[in-house]
C-alpha cells in the first residue's frame, strides 16, 4: 500500500479549502436560496424578468454573431499573409480585450453612445474582437494548404474552396471562438450597465438591481440560477461539440505565409487599416475629451458624495498587490498538487479550480454577500476584495505554472531525494526557480485582472474602499460634465496602467522556461 504523502496532503488542503469556502459554499448557498425562489409566472415583476432573460439571450447571440462577421477580414489576413507590421497589427487587435470593461463602456459613453441596444452591440464586438482573430487565426494559419490546391486543381472556384473546404475545417475554432465571445457577452456586465443601465438591464445587471438596489436576494439568487444553468448549458453543447468535430488531421506546422500581391495586397491593407482605425477611435475620443477642462486636477478634490477619486487609484493598486500574491501562493500549491499527483483526483482537482472561470463574477460577488454572513460576518472585511479578484485570477496562475512544472524531467527530482534531499528542500532548490518566472507571469495577469475587476467589487466594495472601476461608474452615474470629465480621465489613468502591465508581459521570453 503507497504510504500517505502528508506534505501533500497539506498542500493540497490549502487551494481546497480556500475555494471551498470562497467559491464553492457561496454557489451552493446561492443554488439553495435560488432553487427555493423559482417560481415564476408571466405577470407584473415575472413578466418583466423573462423580458430580461429573452433580453440577455438575444443580445448575447446577436453579439456573437456580429463579432464573427466584423473579425472575419482581419483574421483572413493575419492568418493568410505575410506582411510589415503583421505582429504588431495582431498585437494592437488584442488591445481592447484586455481594458477593463468599465474603460470600454466609458469609452463608447465618449463618443455620446449611451442608453440603446446598438451601443452595447457595439461595445460587445469591440471588446471581443481579439478572441476571433486569435482564436480562429491560429488554426487556419495551419490548415494545409495543399488541400486547397486540389481543389482547384479540380476546377472549384476561391469561393467553393473556402465553402467546401476551408469553412467545415475552421468549424472547430469557430466554435470555440462562438462560445467564448457569446459567454462573455452573457454574463456582461460593465458594459451592459454602463451603456443600457437598468432599461436595458441583462440577468448579470438584474441581479446587481436587486441585491444591491432593491434589496430582494431571494429573487437575485433565483436569476442567479437561471443564469449559472445558461452558462453550463453553453459549457455543456460546446464540449459535446469539440468531442464530435476535429481537424487535426488537416493541420500542418506553421509555415511562412505568402506576400500578399495585387487584388489581395489591397483587401489585406482595407482589413486590418480598417479594423484597426474601428478599434482606434472609442479610445482616441475617450483620451482627447479626458484632456478637456481641469478633469485630472478634479480628481484630488474631495467630493462629500463619492469622496477623493485619487483615492481609487490607491485602494486598486493595494487590492492588486494583495490579490496577485494571494493568488500566486494558492496557485503555485495547486499546481504541484496537479503536477505531483496522477489520475482521475489531479483531473478533478484542475477542473474544480477553473470554475470560477465559468462563473460571472458578479455571482461571486452576491455569493459572498448571501453566504459570508455567518458564522462569522467577513461581508465587510478589507480582505473579502482581494479575495474576490484573486479567485478570478487562480485559473491563470494555475495555466501559467502547471505546464513549467511538468517540464521538470523526473529523473531530476529523483536524483535529488536519492542524495538525501527532503521534498521540501526538491521544492525549494529544483521546483522554486525554474517556476519562479511562470509564476511572475502568472502574477502579472492576476494584478491586471484585479486592476480591472468591477462585477463582484460592485457587490463588496465601501465608500472608502472604492476602487477605480467603481469609481468610475460612481462618476458617470452622477450629473453634470464635471464628474463625466473626471470618469474619463480615470478610465483613461486605468487604461494606461493595465496596457503597460500587457506590454511587459508580452516582453517576457517563454522560450526557456521550464529548461536548465
Given at each position: 500500500m503507497r504510504p500517505i504523502r502528508w506534505g501533500h496532503v497539506l498542500v493540497a488542503a490549502v487551494p481546497v479549502l480556500f475555494i471551498g469556502y470562497f467559491f464553492l459554499?457561496?454557489?451552493?448557498?446561492?443554488?439553495?436560496?435560488?432553487?427555493?425562489?423559482?417560481?415564476?409566472?408571466?405577470?407584473?415583476?415575472?413578466?418583466?424578468?423573462?423580458?430580461?432573460?429573452?433580453?440577455?439571450?438575444?443580445?448575447?447571440?446577436?453579439?456573437?454573431?456580429?463579432?464573427?462577421?466584423?473579425?472575419?477580414?482581419?483574421?483572413?489576413?493575419?492568418?493568410?499573409?505575410?506582411?510589415?507590421?503583421?505582429?504588431?497589427?495582431?498585437?494592437?487587435?488584442?488591445?481592447?480585450?484586455?481594458?477593463?470593461?468599465?474603460?470600454?463602456?466609458?469609452?463608447?459613453?465618449?463618443?455620446?453612445?449611451?442608453?440603446?441596444?446598438?451601443?452595447?452591440?457595439?461595445?460587445?464586438?469591440?471588446?471581443?474582437?481579439?478572441?476571433?482573430?486569435r482564436t480562429v487565426g491560429a488554426l487556419w494559419s495551419r490548415l494545409d494548404p495543399d488541400l486547397h490546391d486540389a481543389g482547384r486543381v479540380l476546377g472549384a472556384s476561391e469561393w467553393k474552396v473556402f465553402r467546401t473546404i476551408t469553412l467545415p475545417l475552421l468549424r472547430p475554432a469557430i466554435a470555440a471562438a462562438s462560445a467564448i465571445v457569446f459567454l462573455f457577452t452573457f454574463t456582461s456586465f460593465g458594459v451592459v450597465l454602463i451603456l443600457g443601465g437598468f432599461r436595458y438591464a441583462t440577468l448579470e445587471v438584474e441581479i446587481y438591481r436587486q441585491a444591491v438596489t432593491l434589496f430582494d436576494l431571494p429573487l437575485a439568487a433565483a436569476l442567479a440560477v437561471v443564469q449559472l444553468v445558461g452558462v453550463t448549458a453553453t459549457l455543456y453543447a460546446y464540449s459535446r461539440y469539440q468531442e464530435r468535430h476535429t481537424?487535426?488531421?488537416?493541420?500542418?506546422?506553421?509555415?511562412?505565409?505568402?506576400k500578399p500581391g495585387g487584388r489581395a495586397r489591397f483587401l489585406v491593407g482595407a482589413s486590418v487599416i480598417g479594423t484597426l482605425i474601428a478599434l482606434a477611435i472609442p479610445v482616441v475620443v475617450m483620451v482627447a475629451r479626458s484632456l478637456r477642462g481641469v478633469a485630472y486636477a478634479g480628481l484630488f478634490r474631495d467630493d462629500p458624495v463619492v469622496g477623493a477619486p485619487i483615492a481609487s487609484i490607491g485602494n486598486s493598486l493595494r487590492f492588486a498587490v494583495i490579490a496577485s500574491v494571494i493568488a500566486v501562493l494558492i496557485g503555485v500549491m495547486a499546481s504541484s498538487v496537479i503536477t505531483g499527483g496522477g489520475g482521475a483526483m489531479s483531473r478533478w482537482f484542475d477542473l474544480t479550480l477553473m470554475l470560477p472561470l465559468g462563473t460571472s463574477a458578479v455571482t461571486i460577488g452576491f455569493g459572498f454577500i448571501v453566504a459570508l454572513g455567518e458564522p462569522v460576518d467577513l461581508r465587510a472585511s478589507f480582505w473579502l476584495i482581494p479575495i474576490?479578484?484573486?479567485?478570478?485570477?487562480?485559473?491563470?496562475?494555475?495555466?501559467?505554472?502547471?505546464?513549467?512544472?511538468?517540464?521538470?524531467?523526473?529523473?531530476?527530482?529523483?536524483?535529488?531525494?536519492?542524495?538525501?534531499?527532503?521534498?521540501?528542500?526538491?521544492?525549494?532548490?529544483?521546483?522554486?526557480?525554474?517556476?519562479?518566472?511562470?509564476?511572475?507571469?502568472?502574477?502579472?495577469?492576476?494584478?491586471?485582472?484585479?486592476?480591472?475587476?468591477f462585477g463582484a467589487t460592485s457587490f463588496i466594495a465601501r465608500p472608502n474602499t472604492a476602487t477605480m472601476p467603481v469609481m468610475i461608474v460612481r462618476l458617470l452615474s452622477r450629473p453634470g460634465s464635471a464628474s463625466f470629465a473626471m470618469a474619463l480621465a480615470l478610465a483613461v489613468i486605468l487604461a494606461g496602467m493595465t496596457a503597460v502591465i500587457v506590454l511587459w508581459i508580452d516582453r517576457l521570453q517563454f522560450g526557456e522556461i521550464g529548461t536548465f
Open positions: 459554499y457561496p454557489l451552493i448557498r446561492i443554488l439553495t436560496l435560488g432553487l427555493s425562489e423559482l417560481n415564476i409566472g408571466f405577470d407584473g415583476v415575472e413578466a418583466r424578468l423573462f423580458h430580461i432573460g429573452w433580453f440577455t439571450l438575444w443580445q448575447a447571440v446577436l453579439s456573437t454573431v456580429l463579432t464573427m462577421v466584423a473579425a472575419a477580414p482581419m483574421t483572413w489576413a493575419v492568418s493568410q499573409f505575410e506582411f510589415r507590421g503583421r505582429k504588431l497589427a495582431t498585437a494592437l487587435v488584442t488591445v481592447p480585450f484586455v481594458l477593463p470593461t468599465v474603460v470600454v463602456g466609458a469609452a463608447f459613453v465618449a463618443l455620446g453612445w449611451r442608453n440603446s441596444v446598438g451601443a452595447i452591440l457595439v461595445a460587445h464586438i469591440f471588446f471581443n474582437i481579439a478572441v476571433v482573430v481537424s487535426t488531421w488537416a493541420l500542418r506546422a506553421e509555415a511562412n505565409r505568402p474576490a479578484h484573486a479567485l478570478v485570477a487562480i485559473p491563470f496562475v494555475v495555466r501559467s505554472t502547471v505546464p513549467t512544472l511538468r517540464s521538470i524531467p523526473a529523473e531530476t527530482r529523483e536524483a535529488a531525494r536519492v542524495l538525501g534531499a527532503s521534498p521540501s528542500r526538491v521544492w525549494r532548490e529544483i521546483d522554486l526557480p525554474i517556476v519562479a518566472r511562470a509564476a511572475l507571469v502568472g502574477a502579472a495577469f492576476a494584478f491586471v485582472i484585479s486592476l480591472g475587476e
